[in-house]
């Protein structure tokens, strides 16, 4: 490697550490954001660089570098290679094949591989050694437990380095649920001493937590909505760690994700069949008749008459599976027809499945992920349903509103921030309420579900009142400008906090 370079550095520079991101490599929608934050920030102002691994099958740039890195004296060399993400923004992904070149990005069937903390703290370490050897950033923004050890270590192993020190961090949760934990005896392994295992740092019930140490040790954390931050705080939605959030509720904040306007743009989609707009919405009725055909659904006068209710997600609890389930034998007497794209859980892969073969001309079910389809879906769907359990941001309720299809969800997390209710009252004094976009619901039940489900189908029929709500949805923003100019403010105070404290 080069010498390193000292300070001075550039102010505006923010080094990116993450463990998915498009177009390399997607499990969920981490990637959709560290896809988009890096070219966002470099828009802005931002000499921008993401840092993630370089996964089996994944082709990215060419090789400019490489060096070893030891984590509690396990030693490979790593080479790193760069991609641009457009803007000026970089990606450079790192390179170590015993660790990353496996079938799975996290573990095999839905598991973690063993040696998940020795992974991740591979990529965080090359990441400040890349930033070592190649510009000091002005700052580390970390995302997640797979990057969490990042402000770990530059607050203990880079705390008086020469090009590091000082360096300051911004931790962001993306799932408040996946916690990075392992067994105490990794700490040694990851080069942190045992003073790390105690309560009030790294400690979570006899374990090690790696997403604790991230929200301990960064300057700022930050989490992908403003209403999750909130709720993160409570019992019910904070998994365990409410009280180590309250405890950083003056430098916790929520800063909505946004949406790849380019990608997600049904006047220009190359997945459906015509473009529309919400001045000119009549390619949305042959978006409805091709999914239906994908589906094998009835493509007739009947048929498209009905509302079409798509859903694309994990079948998992969180997502509001189980009240679907509860649902199941409703389901099929509403006048609707459903596609379904996604996997997950057995039982409820099943559930849809059998549903789908029960009920061939009402309901389609995919099971897997295809970006088509779920492009077609949005652009086809005449509404789209995320009943959520919790929902730290959401991006389909986003997509959908932007495709005039409109979403059904319940008010939590990002979700509640981000679709206004069509039932909901106008304030008595104060602002006019702004356009409604949606159906939301409140309670955690199947009778909640299906009654805005039934509310839903009944705006539905009354035709000027449904292309009101869907051209509001569609004309609301939810680019990535609006939300980088807020990282770069929480940037701005967390560089000035460590300044001010030495």
């Not at 828009?43 to 082709?59: E, F, M």
């Not at 923004?141 to 020469?162: E, G, N």
């Not at 997509?399 to 921030?417: E, H, M």
Request: neutral net charge; proline residues 7%.
């Amino acid at each position: 490697m080069p010498k390193p370079r000292g300070r001075p550095v550039r102010r505006r520079s923010v080094l990116i550490i993450g463990s998915e991101a498009l177009p390399f490599v997607k499990t969920g929608g981490l990637a959709d954001v560290l896809g988009s934050l890096p070219a966002a920030l470099a828009r802005v102002g931002w000499d921008a660089t993401l840092v993630l691994p370089k996964y089996q099958g994944v082709t990215a740039g060419a090789r400019i570098d490489a060096c070893p890195i030891t984590v509690g004296g396990w030693t490979r060399t790593v080479a790193f290679f760069d991609a641009p993400l457009g803007d000026g923004a970089r990606a450079i992904l790192v390179d170590c094949p015993d660790l990353f070149e496996r079938d799975a990005t996290y573990g095999p069937g839905g598991a973690d591989y063993p040696d998940n903390p020795r992974r991740f703290a591979v990529l965080v370490r090359a990441a400040l050694e890349y930033a070592v050897h190649h510009g000091a950033p002005a700052i580390v923004h970390a995302h997640d437990w797979q990057a969490a050890l990042a402000p770990v270590y530059l607050r203990s192993m880079y705390a008086s380095h020469p090009v590091l020190a000082g360096t300051p961090s911004v931790f962001t949760i993306h799932n408040l649920a996946y916690q990075g934990l392992c067994e105490a005896d990794w700490l040694p392994r990851l080069d942190l001493g045992w003073d790390q295992f105690t309560m009030d740092r790294m400690e979570y019930w006899g374990r090690v937590s790696l997403l604790k140490g991230g929200i301990n040790d960064a300057d700022i954390v930050t989490t992908v909505s403003r209403r999750y931050a909130e709720e993160i705080q409570t019992p019910e939605f904070g998994c365990g760690f409410d009280g180590i959030l309250r405890r950083r509720r003056m430098d916790l904040e929520g800063v909505p994700n946004g949406i790849d306007v380019e990608a997600w743009d049904p006047s220009r989609d190359p997945f459906l069949p015509e473009p529309f707009s919400a001045t000119n919405l009549a390619g949305k009725a042959a978006a409805k008749a091709a999914v239906m055909s994908r589906y094998g659904l009835p493509v007739n006068a009947a048929a498209l008459a009905r509302p079409l209710v798509g859903m694309v997600s994990r079948m998992v609890d969180q997502k509001g599976l189980d009240l679907i389930a509860a649902l199941a034998d409703r389901l099929p007497r509403l006048d609707a027809s459903f596609v379904v794209l996604g996997e997950g859980e057995d039982r409820y892969q099943r559930l849809w499945m059998t549903l789908a073969a029960a009920h061939a001309d009402r309901i389609g079910a995919r099971i897997g992920f295809d970006e088509s389809l779920a492009h077609l879906i949005e652009g086809g769907a005449d509404m789209f349903l995320m009943p959520s359990r919790f929902e730290p941001s959401g991006l389909n309720q986003m997509y959908s509103q932007r495709y005039g299809t409109v979403p059904v969800v319940r008010a939590v997390g990002g979700l509640a921030d981000t679709v206004r209710d069509a039932d909901a009252p106008a304030p008595a004094t104060g602002p006019r309420r702004r356009p409604a976009t949606g159906i939301v619901f409140e309670a955690y039940t199947p009778d909640a579900l299906l009654d805005a489900l039934t509310r839903a189908l009944d705006l539905f029929r009354r035709r000027r009142a449904w292309r009101a709500l869907q051209r509001a949805g569609m004309r609301e923003d939810f680019s990535w400008h609006r939300s980088a100019r807020e990282y770069v403010k929480i940037y701005d105070r967390a560089i000035k906090k460590r300044l001010a404290s030495g």
